[in-house]
């Protein structure tokens, strides 16, 4: 049995004996716990955790009761209020999936369409997913106002980036004693350091050194509407994305717009960021000082995932995050004229 108890992870093992076993410890809160079974008694590290059988389910305090009638796999757990509400959340997790999968799918199998306009679609479509995952996630918290698996689920609304005041509301409607827990208070001051960079902050200031070394300040592109993109040339995603950002560009630059790349490259992936930029004809200031996911603006921006970019207007205040496809087109049009 492994769990986690604060910092410390715990792996813990017990005997059968004649179809029964009895696991007893001391919890703080409740913890996300993995059973596996070791038939040949090789002991859990040496198993693959891919392939064994195994049972995922909540620890908690009080008596948890686990049948089955021949494997982790197949198990049933029974008086656990926590694992009744952790198998809707593991509906909602799989119907999202499934509806990403269908959608990719489809995509792959469309060959009537360029590859540009198949790209936008899918991001479309993602979105609307993504939109209705959310609001599943919103609707169990909602539900389970006095439950500690809706305050974990907080910490999945919104993606790498979610909304601090969002989240925040959301976090201030459950219980006092889930509130009151040392999760939840982590959870608070990490959403009060996103408002840094939550829409409507003035963009955080930087400085960093540009494909020939010359260092940029973001505060220089004062008076234009920036989009400042987070990408790699090791990162497919952002490849995929960036001749919207070619035909954005092309189609604003002459209209109070640029763009400021920085990339998150490494020391020793110096040639491929530079042979990114010249492959896909990015022609916009450049930046970075390749320390991969350690880039000081990454960190100062909390990037957890790329390709991820923020709009800032001539004021220097960001206006919106995330503007993927047709939606960055859409919003340029909005702010500057088609």
């Known amino acids: 049995?492994?769990?986690?108890?604060?910092?410390?992870?715990?792996?813990?093992?017990?005997?059968?004996?004649?179809?029964?076993?009895?696991?007893?410890?001391?919890?703080?809160?409740?913890?996300?716990?993995?059973?596996?079974?070791?038939?040949?008694?090789?002991?859990?590290?040496?198993?693959?955790?891919?392939?064994?059988?195994?049972?995922?389910?909540?620890?908690?305090?009080?008596?948890?009761?686990?049948?089955?009638?021949?494997?982790?796999?197949?198990?049933?757990?029974?008086?656990?209020?926590?694992?009744d509400e952790y198998r809707q959340l593991q509906a909602i997790n799989s119907t999202a999936s499934a509806k990403t999968t269908m959608l990719m799918?489809?995509?792959?199998?469309?060959?009537?369409?360029?590859?540009?306009?198949?790209?936008?679609?899918?991001?479309?479509?993602?979105?609307?997913?993504?939109?209705?995952?959310?609001?599943a996630l919103k609707d169990l918290v909602k539900q389970y106002p006095d439950s500690y698996l809706s305050l974990l689920t907080l910490g999945t609304i919104g993606g790498p980036t979610p909304d601090p005041d969002e989240i925040l509301g959301l976090l201030d409607s459950l219980s006092e004693d889930v509130r009151n827990t040392e999760t939840a208070r982590i959870l608070k001051d990490e959403l009060e350091k996103l408002k840094t960079i939550s829409i409507g902050a003035i963009a955080p200031d930087f400085e960093q050194a540009d494909t020939s070394g010359h260092m940029v300040r973001l505060s220089s592109f004062r008076g234009?509407?920036?989009?400042l993109d987070f990408w790699a040339s090791w990162c497919q995603p952002c490849r995929e994305e960036n001749p919207n950002l070619v035909k954005v560009y092309n189609e604003y630059k002459n209209k109070n717009f640029t763009i400021?790349?920085?990339?998150?490259?490494?020391?020793?992936?110096?040639?491929?960021?530079?042979?990114?930029?010249?492959?896909?004809h990015l022609t916009w200031t450049q930046l970075s000082d390749l320390k991969f996911w350690n880039n000081a603006v990454a960190?100062?921006?909390?990037?957890?995932?790329?390709?991820?970019?923020?709009?800032?207007d001539p004021s220097g205040k960001i206006i919106a995050q995330d503007l993927r496809g047709d939606d960055l087109e859409n919003e340029l049009a909005k702010v500057l004229g088609k």
């Open 1 to 83: 049995l492994a769990y986690q108890m604060g910092s410390t992870r715990v792996l813990d093992s017990t005997q059968i004996v004649n179809g029964n076993f009895q696991f007893k410890g001391d919890l703080i809160y409740p913890s996300l716990a993995v059973l596996v079974m070791d038939y040949s008694g090789i002991s859990a590290q040496k198993l693959s955790v891919d392939s064994a059988d195994k049972f995922v389910f909540y620890i908690d305090k009080g008596t948890i009761n686990i049948t089955s009638p021949d494997s982790a796999y197949k198990a049933k757990i029974t008086g656990s209020r926590i694992n």
């Open 224 to 227: 234009k509407y920036v989009l």
């Open 260 to 280: 400021v790349g920085v990339s998150l490259d490494r020391q020793d992936g110096t040639f491929n960021w530079l042979n990114a930029i010249r492959m896909d």
């Open 105 to 135: 799918a489809n995509a792959l199998k469309d060959t009537t369409k360029d590859e540009e306009t198949r790209h936008n679609e899918m991001q479309a479509n993602l979105k609307v997913i993504q939109a209705q995952y959310h609001q």
């Open 299 to 312: 960190q100062l921006y909390f990037v957890q995932s790329i390709p991820k970019n923020f709009l800032i």
